[in-house]
DNA sequence: TTGAATGCAAAGGATTTGCAGAGGC
DNA sequence: GCCTCTGCAAATCCTTTGCATTCAA
């Protein structure tokens, strides 16, 4: 799905890599900001997939203490907010904890999550900017963005649940 | 609003905390889970009002250590856990904290947010629950419950921020 | 050179947990 | 009386912060 949603900028994750890091740079600059080892190392992880992600799943994605391209815990998170700030990436809680995910260049869409394996598949549904729209007109409401989840049970886990149920059955 | 959401359900704030209340007991009993003074006082408390509420406010209109009706915070943690099972509560999560609003008996409602104050304003609107059956078919994905979120500024702060702008302005 | 960024260690805030004593049923 | 619940203190988890050192510009 995240493929599907890039295809239709027509971005290669290389491409938008490197065009998030022509806007980071912008905002560095902009900010009296520096343009960091650490921070490049980051953007290329955090663009080298689509896949959400917190930020320990991003820390274990590079390279452990000690090793070339090692990037500190309170660096990640203080360049995490840099990203968002910078509208590289937009951030959301999930069961706690901080989830991000691509913004830069990517397209409005929203999540089904399932409460089994806690995968996250994007959808696209134009009624939502309508009703977003909508409701904030009637409310008097300066809409600046939403975030609509949906919760329940993924296909995999519906069919890997019931394989479980059957056998229970069997007994 | 809330108050608007509870008339269309015909009942008064009483009588949702003396029917959450059986409720409760149910599933108090069918679980060999006990009746305290302290789950009833918390009950009274979190049914008083229908407004939004995290732990801390929650704390903060309990009665203070060594008076009467007393509860600890860590009871406290417990309890709307088990109303949130229960399906009396539903929880969510806002800017790190979690969050909870009545569930039972309440009808299906989603927020407008107000980044500047905090303030959730509650609306309904039907073509959620068409998008949402809607998105899960396709998906193959089995609906349990959804969460939308429509951050933006509301009409007060809007008011109060453009006030301050043409003070500025005036300089 | 010089101020911003890093890494370390430690703090912070929300929530949970282990356990001994209190209290429903 | 048995077994759950409570309150306390402490732990946990995620995230942020103070500070001395390092480094980009």
């Known amino acids: 799905m995240a493929a599907e949603l890039n295809k239709s900028v027509g ?3 290389i491409e938008m890599a490197r065009t998030a890091g022509q806007r980071f740079e912008d905002y ?8 960091t080892e650490q921070r490049r190392n980051l953007l290329d992880v955090v663009f080298s997939s689509h896949e959400h992600f917190d930020a ?21 998170y203080r360049a995490l907010n840099e990203f968002v ?3 590289l990436l937009r951030k959301f809680e999930l069961e706690g904890r901080s989830v991000y995910e691509h913004d830069y260049g990517y397209p409005q869409h929203d999540h ?10 994007e959808f696209q549904d134009d009624r939502m900017a309508e009703i977003r729209k909508q ?9 600046r963005s939403h975030r609509l989840i949906i919760t329940g049970v993924c296909e995999p ?3 890997s649940r019931r394989r479980k149920r059957r056998r229970v059955d069997l007994i």
């Open 11 to 13: 971005l290669t994750p």
């Open 28 to 35: 560095l600059q902009s900010r009296g900001m520096r343009n």
């Open 56 to 76: 320990d799943q991003l820390i274990e994605k590079l390279p452990s203490k000690g090793s070339e391209g090692y990037v500190s815990r309170p660096t990640v």
């Open 85 to 87: 700030d910078a509208g």
């Open 112 to 121: 089904l999550y399932c409460s089994k394996c806690s995968s996250l598949i």
């Open 135 to 143: 409701v904030a007109a009637e409310h008097h409401f300066q809409d």
């Open 157 to 159: 886990c519906r069919k």
